[in-house]
């Protein structure tokens, strides 16, 4: 995700001084990134999973700086300080909340008035390779289709118009979108590309409803699929993001 991240860091132009929200830090490079920005301010970074965050704890002792914290909670409920940050960001963090609205408004509350939030997205799944491509090679095979996601998912926020509608009611003005499209890196040669795919939860999931002789031939499809996608410099797949920027009124 380098280019992706080269153009987020960019847009979110964190300054000397900001308090930084980080929403679904993960490991925290994001978080650790501001920080560093954030020279005289600081980076709080936020996220549900315990392992991320202890290994964001790891490589910010190995890493530095030191005006970061990180924080295990919910980021739709919890009681951040308000009024507290000058800049919250996310990096595909904010797809999943099961009430965008209330859960922007919540996040809206840690952030003084006038406060920038800054989100990367995905755009639809047809338009990321990544996605569609790999899936459909791990479940072609399959008597019936995939069902759809019943809830939020990762491309809950693809549409500019739900996703404008959905901060405009939780009380941000200014929204803009900002279209990023750069390639996904998925390893230096399909053998690695096909270890890493299969460590993603989501592949997993898809591959263990499938019987053994249907799962075989899927891994079979997903190597020539991956195979296909070596470029010389790495198996690279498609995508479109979107950058999302806004206000807090």
């Given at each position: 995700m380098r280019l992706h991240n080269e153009q987020f860091r960019a847009a979110a132009r964190v300054g000397a001084r900001d308090r930084v929200l980080d929403i679904g830090c993960g490991t925290g490079q994001t978080t650790r990134e501001a920080a560093g920005a954030a020279v005289t301010g600081s980076a709080l970074g936020v996220d549900l999973s315990a392992p991320m965050l202890e290994r964001a704890r790891q490589l910010n002792d190995d890493q530095g700086p030191s005006n970061v914290t990180y924080q295990q909670a919910d980021a739709q409920v919890h009681r951040f300080p308000p009024t507290h940050f000058d800049l919250c960001i996310s990096r595909f963090g904010t797809m999943f909340f099961a009430d965008p609205v209330a859960a922007f408004t919540n996040i809206g509350r840690a952030l003084r008035p006038a406060a920038r939030l800054v989100l990367l997205l995905w755009q639809d799944r047809d338009r990321n390779e990544w996605a569609s491509a790999i899936r459909q090679s791990?479940?072609?095979?399959?008597?019936?289709?995939?069902?759809?996601?019943?809830?939020?998912?990762?491309?809950?926020?693809?549409?500019?118009?739900?996703?404008?509608?959905?901060l405009a009611a939780a009380g941000f003005?200014?929204?803009?979108?900002?279209?990023?499209?750069?390639?996904?890196?998925?390893?230096?040669?399909?053998?690695?590309?096909?270890?890493?795919?299969?460590?993603?939860?989501?592949?997993?999931?898809?591959?263990?409803?499938l019987d053994a002789a249907t799962a075989e031939q899927a891994r079979t499809r997903l190597r020539a699929t991956l195979a296909a996608h070596d470029t010389g410099g790495g198996v690279c797949f498609d995508s479109r993001a979107w950058i999302v920027t806004a206000r807090r009124r």
């Amino acid at each position: 995700m380098r280019l992706h991240n080269e153009q987020f860091r960019a847009a979110a132009r964190v300054g000397a001084r900001d308090r930084v929200l980080d929403i679904g830090c993960g490991t925290g490079q994001t978080t650790r990134e501001a920080a560093g920005a954030a020279v005289t301010g600081s980076a709080l970074g936020v996220d549900l999973s315990a392992p991320m965050l202890e290994r964001a704890r790891q490589l910010n002792d190995d890493q530095g700086p030191s005006n970061v914290t990180y924080q295990q909670a919910d980021a739709q409920v919890h009681r951040f300080p308000p009024t507290h940050f000058d800049l919250c960001i996310s990096r595909f963090g904010t797809m999943f909340f099961a009430d965008p609205v209330a859960a922007f408004t919540n996040i809206g509350r840690a952030l003084r008035p006038a406060a920038r939030l800054v989100l990367l997205l995905w755009q639809d799944r047809d338009r990321n390779e990544w996605a569609s491509a790999i899936r459909q090679s791990l479940t072609a095979a399959t008597a019936t289709p995939t069902p759809p996601s019943c809830g939020p998912d990762a491309f809950s926020l693809a549409d500019p118009s739900i996703t404008e509608g959905i901060l405009a009611a939780a009380g941000f003005t200014d929204v803009s979108f900002t279209d990023v499209h750069e390639p996904v890196y998925y390893g230096p040669d399909s053998a690695t590309a096909f270890d890493n795919v299969l460590r993603l939860l989501k592949f997993q999931d898809l591959l263990a409803n499938l019987d053994a002789a249907t799962a075989e031939q899927a891994r079979t499809r997903l190597r020539a699929t991956l195979a296909a996608h070596d470029t010389g410099g790495g198996v690279c797949f498609d995508s479109r993001a979107w950058i999302v920027t806004a206000r807090r009124r």
